[in-house]
């Protein structure tokens, strides 16, 4: 063992974009022929060590060894002569082109385009056949779903002869089962003597599949352990650095009236994909109601046309009364007037204006308050700065200084800034998507008290997330969605993981063996079209 | 010192500016003086440039082109004792010398020119602006080439209509061309700096064509008939000359004072035949003698030979 | 965190920009055989060494504060308005309308129903480029250049047909004398010295100075300009708040339109008092530099239109005394917006990194 | 209108095409790869300058093609230079290029040759000369065809037939080409581009390149082919007439070449109000035909006649980096 050269070995990594140290000094050796997991928080550098592995980004500092020998990767051409290929996290195609160009992208044969294509149509023929990794060469990556794009990616590194492949969070925007389908091609690579480094954020998915796996945080490598010698709990805490208490403490909800009914909802997007199916459900006063599913199946737009920025047909009722869904009155501050307040599930892109000062976001959405005023014209800034170093205090925002501009904070006190112009406004209604997306672990747990105490204060929750563990463990009710479309609803204690899962693949869960095997079995022949949209 | 100004195309126009510009050099040479000269680049800057000249005691100062009638009307009471001229237009003010030229007469004798040098029995014109200075021009070459011959095809076109359409060669080659494939033989462009382009154009495509205002038969020697002459040299060099006692009012310049005519040199000396000279020169003295009118189409906004 | 302190990114750069703009513009005037240094004492001379000189370079400011700020609060909502040229063109015409066939009792009126008249015809031909880009997505760049080219057109269609006075040029009638703004030389007459005697600078200029402050207040002051910054900084952000994006583009467009309409209060019926062709003389094009070099802000535009204002009058004089074309005027101006506008990293990128160094040092020296 | 008329104003209509087709194709290189370029007018005046001054000055038309296409691409490497390498906006790029080449030309101009921001006048070998094609004399009877193939086809630039050519090339590079594949992938998705081993940079640059050398041959056209010397301002407002055409043609080669051949048309009309008066029965406002492409590109833009989509990411610059 000692004599092989390790297929991988980074020394010394260092990497700054600006002030921010994203990676520290990593070191980090990956043997031939495994599965090398890494795991960490958001931001804790592992796209970016793996993007300077690929010649995307250039390090500061360190060097880089592939099997043995001292490599400089100053490029992804580097890289791919190396033997190196990597799926981003954010994957890398050209939409309105066809598989077989964006293969060939790059590894052209010649200076001509036919024969490089006619080869690559062979060369496809045989390496889905060899990996299960089935695509319609002649179609536009825009119209193919997510799955087809993983295996082009997939497809792409491989027919550039990869012998290390890096994948960085692969299965987020996958199913279960497609996941599973997706393991099972790495398995055969790791059997065909490949060497595959796999960034993920579930655990599950590390003990599953990986030989060794390292922890990053805050840009630093803190630990590279054996998996069959690690546990779950282990690893989270190597991440957080400290021990964690996932379980949140609550009493069983006081269901009220009914506040939000909402009655076959349907949405259409400009390219005429139908988004929502069909939605309807309702959501009582102290009740938290978790929507599970995939990234990508209906859950944003179901929040954009509550919060009001989405067109949609349908019924939707807030507290008995009829919301208008279409017209000029449908907007974000109708809903706020009517007593909805919404958390958006991406708070650098909605929640906040990145370039506007605390105090400034604090009346986002709001600046039509009448305690915001000065004037019929004028805005009273001074009332609103007030304002904020008041609902700073009460949200542990760190730093409490209201003339920071939000892009100053960190991501779990962005979150916080939100979460406190939102829940201070003593709404009806919240809305909230992906509450803890990117926030460690301490400011998770205040953020999942301050949802439980709003409920408890006799208000309507409706929470999209895509962890389930999240959905689990705060829900009072849960609602799975698939493809536009409510799968099901269950209650946390009478369901589990798996029996999510499936739904969230899109399956009824009634002879659940049975089911489970055939929708293996058909992802495996149809090449897994489960992701294509329809 | 006199100064003079110069009209936007610029004093190397090889037309109107530069037949100015000749007449100040000729003046600077001849007296071994010095002016200043100025050529603007926008309007705007008119009444800054003669006010420029006129605090800086430039005397008389001497502008060429309508165009600054107005600021000229605007400035020339608050410097009283500067005289100024203006050429090509009327300016009402004790100090100043309106200078204004027959162009229909000179127009009317080039025109008879083109038409008896025409074999096709079709000539054409190319204006620049569509102002009635132009049409003026037009309207004086087509009553000439019918005096020739009544049966003469005249085409007129127009450049465009805004100043833009002084600078236009490209669009100036392509009226010429146009001009030809309806039959033109003979092109006469009194459009500034888009005249380059007719007659290059015409000189290109083997047909004749005549100048304006400057000498311009040396630009394709054996190409060009003529140019007909608008001695702005002249008025240039006869106020200059002045000096400060320069006398104001109306002045009139045409066949009669040799304000305007044709121009006969070593370059087109083979394309006029001693009986075309012989019978323009006949029409030039019969003007001169008030025996020949022609119609100025400023007077009325008419034309009895051309409809625009 | 930024990685530079504030006054760097609103003064140093923008500083640095102007002085690489102006060794530039010196080695050009090197090379066409001329004496920069003589070149800018002239400038300086002819700009600001007279009342008259300073007559001229707030006229030009003026022009260019109107076509700033339009270009500036475009740019506030994240839209590029090329059309301030078409815009004030037709601002014009808006202008020669009122002025022409209202009977004004006194300039006062006048100047309103000028200003408001200006403002609606140059907010008119913002409008539809504004709409294509809401409702439409067509890039209001685009629209707007084709937009400056019929402007153009239009103008020229009235001037030579409808508003055409007699005689040679196309343009209007001369306005009657009730609409005649005060000019500087009227305003500051001390019967024996005459302030900016025959400047064209006149009362439009404490317009525009109203207009840069009513501008400051309202991006930094009001609801609608809150929603214009918002929408500016992120549309998806904004549509979350519930700002719709069609009504901020188009009040924006609107807003950007109707100042750079106004421009023509100052050029039309200010100092030529008729309407004639070539009226803007490409004052809507240098609002871009304007707007670049102020960095989108009232004062930094008025601060930037001055500069600009004495580069044109300077210019100006430089042209008249020396064989030196006014072009040049151009070429720096191109030169300021390819510094300040495009090549703006190319400063930015070395300071940035020396501050980082420098906060590096800093912080290296507190802990060790 | 009789067929000789129609004969001649397809002729201008191809004379006064040329430049936008070349202009227009260079703008579709450069957008192709996601630069927009809103300069194509201003390094067509310097072409068109350089060209002229080059040729005047050696009197060969060949050393000023060369010269300005020399001219066109030192600003098309300022544009690559603010918007590929420093990351600047590509629409004040082109602005400041615009002024750039309306400011230089002249004070250039004015400097060297003293003729009021002019070149002199070109002749024989300085210019291009209309080249006539094999056997066009001798075909030039045969009915219909003959005028068609001596009158319209035969007899321009050389430079008219290499904008012509350009059509059907560009399609090929572009689309049957490794080059072509590159340049589209990178004005769509440049990450894709990188992450494939390929130089964004590099490819940009290329395309910026090519930009320059088309625009480069349609300033010089102007001047040494169908001018036969430099004015000021002589583009004449073509670059953006060639833009307008690009989002027209919706960056397609051979869409382009249809748009062009369009405007061209309209330009050719209007210097013909005798025949439009003749055909349509009442007079037409010059102004209104040369201002036609314009409207008609709004009306494109505004999507009532098919969508103009542009490259993705087209206008933004490739940022790794924060
Ligand atoms: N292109 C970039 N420019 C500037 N900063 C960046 C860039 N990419 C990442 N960062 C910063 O570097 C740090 C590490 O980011 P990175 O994407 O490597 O984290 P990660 O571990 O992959 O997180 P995630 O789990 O969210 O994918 C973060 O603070 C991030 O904001
Ligand atoms: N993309 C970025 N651009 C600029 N600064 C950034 C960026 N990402 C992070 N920072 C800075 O780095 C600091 C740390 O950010 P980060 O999001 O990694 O915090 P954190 O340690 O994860 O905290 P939290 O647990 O609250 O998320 C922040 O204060 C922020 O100023
Ligand atoms: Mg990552
Ligand atoms: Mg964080």
């Not at chain 2, 025996?291 to 100025?296: G, P, R, S």
């Not at chain 3, 508003?163 to 500087?184: C, I, N, Q, R």
């Not at chain 4, 769509?188 to 320059?212: H, K, M, Q, Y």
């Not at chain 4, 169908?226 to 670059?239: C, I, N, P, T």
């Amino acid at each position: 063992m000692s004599d092989v050269a390790p297929a991988i070995e980074l020394k010394g990594i260092s990497k700054a974009f600006g002030p921010v140290q994203a990676n520290k000094d990593i070191s980090i050796r990956v043997m031939p022929g495994t599965i090398h997991g890494i795991i960490g928080e958001n931001g804790a550098g592992k796209s970016t060590l793996m993007s300077i592995l690929y010649g995307f980004y250039k390090a500061d500092a360190g060097e880089i060894f592939i099997s043995g020998r001292k490599t400089a990767i100053p490029d992804s051409q580097a890289a791919i002569a190396a033997g190196i290929g990597m799926v981003f996290q954010h994957f890398k195609l050209v939409e309105n082109f066809t598989v077989l160009e964006n293969v060939i992208l790059g590894a052209e044969d010649s200076g001509l385009l036919r024969p490089s294509l006619s080869r690559a149509r062979r060369e496809l023929k045989n390496l889905a056949e060899e990996y299960e990794l089935n695509v319609d060469p002649d179609a536009l990556i825009e119209e193919v779903g997510v799955g087809m794009q993983q295996r082009v990616e997939i497809l792409k590194a491989l027919y550039r002869k990869a012998d290390i492949l890096i994948l960085d969070e692969p299965t987020g925007v996958l199913t279960p089962a497609e996941a599973d389908h997706l393991f099972r091609i790495l398995e055969n690579l790791k059997r065909e003597g490949k060497t595959i480094i796999l960034i993920t954020h579930k655990l599950r998915e590390i003990m599953e599949i990986t030989d060794t796996v390292s922890v990053m945080r805050r840009g630093e490598m803190t630990a590279t352990v054996k998996t069959s010698e690690t546990s779950p709990p282990e690893l989270a805490e190597l991440m957080v650095g400290r021990k964690v208490l996932l379980r949140v403490d609550k009493v069983p909800a006081q269901i009220g009236r009914k506040i939000l009914e909402v009655k076959d909802l349907n949405v259409t997007d400009d390219k005429g994909v139908h988004r929502l199916k069909g939605v309807s459900f309702d959501v009582h006063a102290g009740e938290i109601l978790g929507i599970a599913g995939v990234a990508g199946n209906g859950q944003s737009e179901l929040l954009e046309v509550l919060g009001g920025y989405e067109r949609a047909t349908g019924l939707v009722k807030i507290n008995g009364e009829e919301i208008d869904l279409t017209g000029a009155k449908s907007d974000g501050q109708s809903r706020r007037a009517r007593g909805i307040s919404h958390v958006p599930e991406d708070r650098q892109r909605e929640g906040l204006i990145m370039d506007f000062h605390a105090w400034e976001n604090t009346a986002f959405g709001y600046h039509h308050d009448a305690e915001y005023q000065r004037s019929k014209l004028f805005m009273n800034n001074a009332a609103i700065r007030k304002d904020t170093e008041e609902k700073m205090a009460r949200f542990d925002v760190r730093p409490p200084d209201p003339t920071l501009e939000a892009k100053s904070f960190s991501g779990g006190n962005q979150q916080k800034i939100v979460l406190a112009r939102e829940i201070e406004q003593n709404p009806d209604l919240l809305l909230i998507g992906q509450p803890t997306r990117g926030v460690d672990i301490g400011a998770i747990e205040f953020i999942h008290q301050q949802i439980v105490a709003l409920r408890d204060q006799g208000k309507a929750i409706l929470l999209v997330s895509v962890e389930l563990e999240e959905i689990l463990s705060l829900s009072d009710r849960i609602a799975v969605m698939f493809d536009g479309k409510i799968m099901g609803e269950r209650m946390p204690d009478k369901t589990d993981e798996k029996e999510l899962g499936l739904l969230m693949a899109g399956m009824t869960t009634e002879p659940r063996g049975l089911l489970h095997e055939a929708v293996e079995a058909q992802l495996a022949h149809a090449g897994g079209d489960a992701g294509k949209e329809v | 010192d006199p100064a003079i100004l110069f009209d936007l195309g610029g004093k190397f126009d090889k037309s109107f500016n530069e037949s100015a510009y000749n007449g100040a050099q000729r003046w600077a040479e001849e007296t071994g003086g010095s002016y200043a000269e100025v050529e603007i680049q926008s309007d705007a800057q008119r009444e800054q440039a003669i006010r420029r000249f006129a605090e800086s005691g430039a005397n008389p100062i001497v502008m060429a082109g309508f165009s600054w009638a107005t600021p000229l009307a605007e400035v020339a009471a608050d410097y009283p004792d500067t005289k100024f001229a203006i050429i090509d237009m009327v300016v009402e003010a004790p100090n100043v010398r309106s200078v204004v030229f027959n162009e229909h007469e000179g127009s009317y004798l080039v025109g008879m020119m083109a038409a008896m040098a025409s074999e096709s029995g079709t000539v054409s014109f190319v204006g620049g602006m569509d102002i009635p200075l132009i049409r003026k021009f037009a309207c004086g070459y087509a009553q000439g080439a019918m005096a020739v011959n009544p049966d003469v095809t005249v085409i007129a076109n127009m450049t465009g209509t805004t100043p833009a359409a002084w600078n236009d060669p490209v669009k100036g080659s392509e009226l010429t061309l146009a001009q030809i494939s309806q039959g033109s033989d003979v092109v006469f462009a009194a459009a500034g700096g888009t005249g380059v382009g007719v007659l290059q154009t015409a000189a290109d495509q083997d047909i004749l064509s005549i100048g304006v205002d400057a000498n311009q038969n040396y630009l394709h020697p054996g190409e060009v008939l003529t140019s007909m002459m608008k001695r702005v040299d002249n008025a240039v060099y006869e106020a200059m000359s002045q000096g400060e006692d320069l006398e104001v009012g109306f002045n009139v310049m045409g066949v009669a004072n040799e304000g305007v005519g044709y121009a006969l040199d070593e370059f087109n000396a083979e394309l006029v035949p001693d009986e075309m000279k012989a019978t323009v020169d006949a029409a030039a003295a019969e003007m001169a003698a008030g025996t020949l009118a022609v119609h100025d189409y400023t007077s009325d906004e008419t034309c009895p030979a051309l409809s625009f | 965190m930024d990685v530079m302190p504030k006054w760097a990114d609103v003064v140093l750069i923008p500083v640095i920009s102007i002085l690489l703009a102006a060794i530039l513009s010196a080695l050009v005037i090197l090379a066409i055989g001329e004496n920069p240094w003589e070149a800018l004492k002239l400038m300086v001379d002819g700009a600001l060494g007279s009342t008259y000189g300073w007559g001229y370079t707030l006229y030009y400011a003026t022009n260019f504060i109107f076509t700033g700020l339009a270009v500036a609060i475009a740019f506030h909502a994240r839209l590029f308005n090329i059309g301030g040229e078409g815009q004030a063109l037709i601002g014009g015409l808006g202008v020669a309308i009122i002025c022409l066939f209202i009977p004004w009792p006194h300039w006062t009126f006048a100047l309103l129903g000028a200003a408001i008249g200006a403002a609606l015809f140059g907010a008119a031909w913002a409008a539809i480029p504004a709409f294509l880009q809401a409702k439409r997505g067509s890039h209001v760049v685009i629209t707007t250049i084709m937009f400056n080219f019929i402007a153009a057109a239009v103008l020229n269609y009235f001037l030579i047909g409808a508003l055409k006075a007699p005689g040679m040029e196309p343009a209007t009638a001369k306005f009657p004398e009730a609409t005649h703004l005060p000019s500087f030389q009227d305003m500051f007459n001390f019967g024996e010295t005459t302030f900016f005697r025959g400047a064209p600078a006149n009362i439009t200029f404490f317009v525009a100075l109203a207009a840069c402050v009513a501008l400051w207040a309202l991006i930094w002051k009001t609801r609608l300009g809150y929603e214009i910054r918002s929408f500016g900084h992120s549309e998806t952000a904004a549509k979350y708040a519930g700002i719709s994006p069609t009504k901020i583009i188009m009040v924006a467009m609107l807003i950007s339109g109707a100042l750079a309409g106004m421009m023509a209060i100052n050029n039309v019926q200010g100092e030529a008092e008729r309407l004639v062709l070539n009226a803007v003389e490409g004052a809507g094009f240098i609002g871009i530099a304007v707007a670049l070099m102020g960095r989108s802000h009232p004062f930094g535009v008025l601060l930037a239109a001055l500069l600009f204002g004495f580069l044109y009058q300077g210019g100006a004089e430089l042209a008249l005394w020396t064989s030196i074309p006014r072009e040049l005027i151009i070429v720096i101006q191109a030169l300021v917006i390819l510094f300040t506008g495009a090549l703006d990293n190319m400063v930015r990128m070395p300071l940035e990194r020396l501050f980082l160094s420098l906060r590096r040092a800093k912080n290296d020296g507190r802990t060790v | 209108m009789d067929f000789a008329t129609l004969l001649q104003m397809l002729d201008a209509t191809l004379r006064l095409a040329t430049p936008l087709l070349l202009a227009c194709l260079a703008g579709l290189y450069s957008e192709r790869a996601g630069i927009f370029d809103i300069g194509l007018e201003g390094k067509m005046l310097a072409a068109a300058f350089l060209s002229a001054a080059i040729a005047a000055v050696s009197g060969s038309v060949w050393l000023g093609l060369l010269a300005g296409i020399g001219a066109s691409m030192i600003l098309s490497a300022v544009h690559g230079l603010a918007s590929i390498t420093f990351r600047g906006n590509q629409l004040i790029s082109g602005v400041a290029i615009n002024f750039l080449a309306a400011g230089l030309t002249v004070v250039i101009a004015q400097s060297w040759f003293a003729q009021g921001g002019r070149t002199p006048q070109l002749t024989g070998d300085a210019r291009f000369n209309p080249i006539q094609l094999p056997l066009a004399e001798t075909l030039q009877d045969v009915p219909i065809l003959g005028p068609i193939y001596y009158e319209l086809i035969s007899g321009h630039t050389i430079l008219v037939y290499v904008a012509l050519l350009m059509v059907p090339l560009t399609w090929w590079i572009l689309f049957r080409t490794r080059f072509g594949l590159r340049l589209r992938a990178v004005g769509e998705n440049p990450a894709a581009v990188d992450t494939a081993g390929v130089s964004v940079i590099w490819l940009r640059f290329a395309a910026v390149g090519i930009c320059g050398i088309l625009c480069g041959i349609a300033g010089a056209y102007l001047a040494t082919a169908l001018q036969a010397g430099f004015v000021k301002d002589m583009s004449a407002g073509r670059g953006f007439i060639a833009l307008a055409a690009l989002i027209f043609a919706k960056w397609r080669p051979w869409y382009a070449l249809y748009a062009c051949l369009l405007f061209g048309f309209l330009q050719a009309m209007s210097l013909r109000s005798d025949v439009i008066e003749g055909v349509v029965g009442f007079q037409v406002n010059g102004q209104f035909l040369d201002v036609l492409p314009y409207i008609l590109t709004v009306v494109i833009l505004a999507g009532f006649v098919g969508k103009a989509i542009p490259p993705r990411a087209g206008g933004e610059p490739y940022v790794k980096e924060r």
